[in-house]
């Protein structure tokens, strides 16, 4: 099955620690996109990338960095510089007119 | 700045009625516009995909306009059903060097039994 896969489904963080989230995707898009999604506030863009060994920050990339090494893979680093990083995050690719496709999203507490 | 906005917020209708969900948008220079259901503590699910050339898209109980001169598009949803309560979301792609999403807040649909 194509699909875009988010990992871990739940993870927590100390504080001063980064983390990384994982996805990955088989529907050979060219766009991938991370979002952050808190109650009441919608979705924002965090970081995207249209190719491979590029991308561009959204707009809440403080305290956040991504790769795109490969085109099936974004990963995304929650830094100790992002002083708020409890929320759902959210992966996306998208190619042209078939739209977006979203990941089932990881669920990132600071503990 | 690409601005998208949904309402109303919340919706809560009886099972069976019709209803219709708005979403407009600032930027004319759309290139799709989507619709998006989310259930709680749940990734997005994509519901329907209109282009800038097409005027509608209809799959099953739901039809989707899209008016590129209003900056408007709507979501109707026939014969609600208590399994379509979830959040309803729109998002507008630029296209080109703008492809980026831009996502409005969300329609938060009850649908009583």
């Known amino acids: 099955d194509g699909g875009i896969t988010q990992s871990p489904k739940y993870l927590f963080r100390k504080e001063g620690q980064n983390v990384t989230l994982s996805c990955e995707q088989n529907?050979?898009?060219?766009?991938m996109y991370w979002y952050r999604q808190d109650p009441g506030q919608g979705l924002r863009l965090i970081y995207y990338?249209?190719?491979?060994?590029?991308?561009q920050k959204g707009d809440i990339a403080e305290g956040y960095s991504v790769s795109r090494e490969k085109k099936e893979s974004f990963p995304l680093t929650v830094t100790s510089a992002q002083k708020n990083p409890t929320a759902f995050y959210l992966c996306?690719?998208?190619?042209?007119?078939?739209?977006?496709?979203f990941g089932q999203g990881t669920r990132l507490t600071v503990v | 700045k690409q601005e998208v906005t949904q309402i109303p917020a919340a919706l809560s209708v009886p099972e069976g009625e019709n209803l219709v969900l708005n979403c407009s948008f600032t930027?004319?220079?759309?290139?799709?516009l989507q619709w998006f259901r989310q259930d709680p503590g749940k990734g997005l699910t994509s519901l329907l995909l209109?282009?800038?050339?097409?005027r509608e898209q209809t799959s099953g109980r739901l039809n989707a306009s899209l008016d590129k001169s209003s900056g408007r598009s709507t979501l109707y949803i026939a014969a609600s059903q208590p399994g379509d309560s979830a959040t309803y979301l729109c998002?507008?792609?630029?296209?080109?060097?703008?492809?980026?999403?831009?996502f409005g807040k969300g329609t938060l649909l009850t649908v009583n039994p």
């Open positions: 996306a690719s998208s190619i042209g007119v078939r739209g977006a496709f």
């Open positions: 998002a507008q792609d630029g296209g080109g060097s703008n492809y980026k999403l831009t």
């Open positions: 990338s249209q190719i491979v060994n590029d991308f």
């Open positions: 930027d004319s220079a759309i290139y799709n």
């Open positions: 529907l050979n898009h060219d766009a």
């Open positions: 209109i282009q800038s050339s097409q």
